[in-house]
């Protein structure tokens, strides 16, 4: 981990108390705090002959990793070491990864434009005005291949696409950006 932070939730500075000889070595269970497993009461045991003060205050601890995303405590346990700016943190430890974060995010965003409807598509006209259209299209110097491309990119007739195709010169890209922007 490069960097640690114990970042509060609330503006005011935290409040450090220190832990009384006597509590520190009464049972954890008379203290208020929630069941430990053994080993969290070992550690807190020998934790105690350190001279720790509790940070007050903290509801909320982020470790960024830049490589691996963040590490996050909440409701954790915060204590400082005597004369330092080394802290102790005890609490269930989850993890942010931000590369799937940010690809959940985009497939929600994907399938929101996929269920929304098409307003901007140009409306078809009915299939007997299309035949009708398409009949008499002057094709001269239009491939049929480019015509039925614009076709289905754009949603258009016969007609404009063909009208698209020779006022943009024959290029492809132009004519189905013209008919549909």
């Known amino acids: 981990m490069t960097e640690t932070e114990a970042a509060p939730v609330a503006t005011t500075e935290p409040i450090i108390e220190e832990i009384p000889e006597a509590e520190a070595n009464a049972p954890v269970e008379e203290q208020g705090e929630a069941k430990r497993s053994r080993a969290q009461k070992k550690v807190m045991k020998a ?36 004369n330092s700016d080394t802290y102790i943190v005890f609490g269930e430890v989850e993890t942010d990864d ?55 990119q754009a949603g258009v007739t016969k007609a404009k696409a063909a009208k698209a195709l020779k006022s943009n010169d024959n290029d492809i890209v132009n004519a189905i950006m013209e008919l549909t922007m």
């Open 47 to 82: 934790m105690a002959k350190l001279n720790l003060r509790k940070v007050a205050g903290i509801q909320r601890v982020v470790m960024r990793n830049s490589k691996k995303g963040n590490f996050r405590i909440e409701g954790g346990e915060v204590y400082q070491v005597a």
């Open 98 to 152: 931000f590369l799937s974060r940010a690809r959940s995010e985009a497939v929600n965003k994907f399938k929101q434009e996929q269920a929304a409807p098409k307003e901007q598509l140009p409306k078809i006209e009915d299939e007997a005005e299309e035949a009708e259209n398409d009949e008499d299209v002057d094709t001269e110097g239009l491939e049929d291949k480019d015509i039925e491309l614009v076709m289905q």
